[in-house]
């Protein structure tokens, strides 16, 4: 085998690699990821007599069942155009984001490192760490050991909202709250838990400020509400190297945090154009 044939062959496997890791944390593999679990949350007040108290009856049979470690599923049908826009919540899997902004971590990667931008990778908000694990995933299939991930999370959910500024309260969502114990053992299944990544367990208003990250190359943000996408970009934006990448997750489907970037970006006369990667994602490349 010629050195052009041994290094094409490389290539093709370190593809293969990344593109079944992106299939493997977004669960597109299984049709059952498109399954809805059925909680006890919703409320029937406003409803007729007889769906009152037929919507009572099935939050309770819920609540039973879920005490016996028992769930119920809806078995809605696997829709790959809904996945591959990071439009539903897969029932397992390890990232909600999508092919396409899947497709932008790999893109902006692979530009730093051909380009040599110095410096870690960041998420704050990380969910089960699929993107995250994405990222290690890159680094380890171009061999780069220089790097860190870092993953910036609660790892207890959502905050409750300050004001009304920054959107619903989600703080409640189970669903949402996902311990650093099991971020840790997610990376672990996809042997990429190593000293390269690197965790800060806290609300960004407390982790973030002495966080001992030098440089940054790639700065992603999931932090949903006016705050933590503030926090986040108050305290991490001066670290991003030149021709770095600063990534929005909810910029087009969050309001709370579009303002917070709008507010960022006209405070510091930051005029780099934001590009749209999907109906919520966007990013822009530091000037």
């Known amino acids: 085998m010629s050195l052009g044939e041994k290094l094409n062959n490389e290539a093709t496997i370190r593809d293969l690699y990344i593109n079944l890791m992106k299939k493997t944390l ?21 409803a007729g007599l007889f769906k009152r108290l037929s919507g009572l009856l099935k939050n309770l049979v819920i609540e039973k069942l879920g005490g016996r470690s028992i769930i119920l599923v809806k078995q809605n049908p696997f829709n790959l155009s809904d996945r591959v826009n990071g439009k539903d919540w897969p029932m397992f899997g390890y990232t909600m984001v999508g092919h396409k902004r899947l497709d932008n971590v790999q893109e902006c990667v692979e530009s730093v490192l051909k380009n040599n931008v110095p410096g870690d990778f960041v998420e704050t908000g990380s969910w089960r760490g699929g993107t995250t694990i994405f990222m290690r995933a890159l680094l380890k299939a171009y061999n780069v050991v220089d790097r ?34 099991q971020v840790k053992a997610n990376f672990k299944r996809f042997d990429l838990l190593d000293p390269q990544v690197q965790f800060l367990k806290g609300w960004f208003c407390d982790t973030l400020p002495n966080a001992p990250i030098d440089q940054i190359a790639i700065l992603r943000l999931d932090g949903d509400m006016y705050s933590s996408t503030m926090d986040s970009l108050q305290n991490l934006y001066h670290r991003v190297s030149k021709n770095g990448y ?11 945090c579009h303002q917070a970037v709008t507010d960022f970006r006209t405070e510091n006369n930051i005029t780099s154009e934001i590009v749209t990667i999907d109906w919520t994602g966007a990013y822009w490349r530091v000037e």
């Open 26 to 46: 977004s669960a597109s593999v299984y049709d059952e990821s498109a399954w809805k679990i059925l909680d006890p949350g919703k409320r029937y007040q406003s």
């Open 148 to 181: 860190n991930v870092w993953v910036a999370d609660s790892f207890e959910g959502l905050p409750t909202p300050k004001d009304e500024q920054d959107g619903p309260d989600l703080s409640s969502v189970d669903y949402l709250k996902v311990s650093l114990e």
């Open 246 to 256: 600063v990534i929005i997750d909810d910029y087009h489907s969050w309001p709370s």
